[in-house]
T-cell receptor, first 114, second 110 residues
Framework: DAGVIQSPRHEVTEMGQEVTLRCKPISGHDYLFWYRQTMMRGLELLIYFNNNVPIDDSGMPEDRFSAKMPNASFSTLKIQPSEPRDSAVYFC????????????FGPGTRLTVL | GENVEQHPSTLSVQEGDSAVIKCTYSDSASNYFPWYKQELGKGPQLIIDIRSNVGEKKDQRIAVTLNKTAKHFSLHITETQPEDSAVYFCAASKGQNFVFGPGTRLSVLP
């Protein structure tokens, strides 16, 4: 049974470039979450979706960040333009909301903005 | 909003000893408390969870206790093994919005 899939696993880009992170949730899960992990701030929830609809984006740091979920099996997190302070590990997680709330995390994308 | 504190930030124990990690939360409406283990280069993995209508839950060497009145919950690992070395996160939620603690780096020394 495949878990949450994220791509790319590593991304190195230069300041000002657009970055797109991708996520495929576990099949049958109706919630999808994007988190950011840094040493300073720990694990922060950026945004989450229910049935492809954004429910809470209060954690999105700035207008440079945007997320979409065009269908139940795919989501993107985009940063445009990227800045060095966006360097972090970005995790996608999914859950089946009607069940136990358990969130299953993907392996993460390590983003480095030079 | 919810605030979760976690202690200690680092913990070293000898193999075979027990380890205890404690968390406190601020929102009395929180009703779900999962614990995650994160190994280097990987995403957090759920190891055990507890709901607010339960005071204690055990799964082999791992147990979690919850004190709703005091708003704190703890993770207990007995007979620790080197493979238990990782960063452990607690979280509190009242729905889908999890608030994570800052993490505890556990080192099990052989």
């Amino acid at each position: 049974d495949a878990g949450v899939i994220q791509s790319p696993r590593h991304e190195v880009t230069e300041m000002g470039q657009e970055v797109t992170l991708r996520c495929k949730p576990i099949s049958g899960h109706d919630y999808l979450f994007w988190y950011r992990q840094t040493m300073m701030r720990g694990l922060e929830l950026l945004i989450y979706f229910n049935n492809n609809v954004p429910i809470d984006d209060s954690g999105m740091p700035e207008d440079r960040f945007s997320a979409k979920m065009p269908n139940a099996s795919f989501s993107t997190l985009k940063i445009q333009p990227s800045e060095p302070r966006d360097s972090a590990v970005y995790f996608c997680a999914s859950s089946r909301g009607l069940a136990r709330n358990t969130q299953y995390f993907g392996p993460g994308t390590r983003l480095t903005v030079l | 909003g919810e605030n979760v504190e976690q202690h200690p930030s680092t913990l070293s124990v000898q193999e075979g000893d027990s380890a205890v990690i404690k968390c406190t939360y601020s929102d009395s409406a929180s009703n779900y408390f999962p614990w995650y283990k994160q190994e280097l280069g990987k995403g957090p993995q759920l190891i055990i969870d507890i709901r607010s209508n339960v005071g204690e839950k055990k799964d082999q060497r791992i147990a979690v206790t919850l004190n709703k009145t005091a708003k704190h919950f703890s993770l207990h690992i007995t007979e620790t093994q080197p493979e238990d070395s990782a960063v452990y996160f607690c979280a509190a939620s009242k729905g889908q919005n999890f608030v994570f603690g800052p993490g505890t780096r556990l080192s099990v020394l052989p």
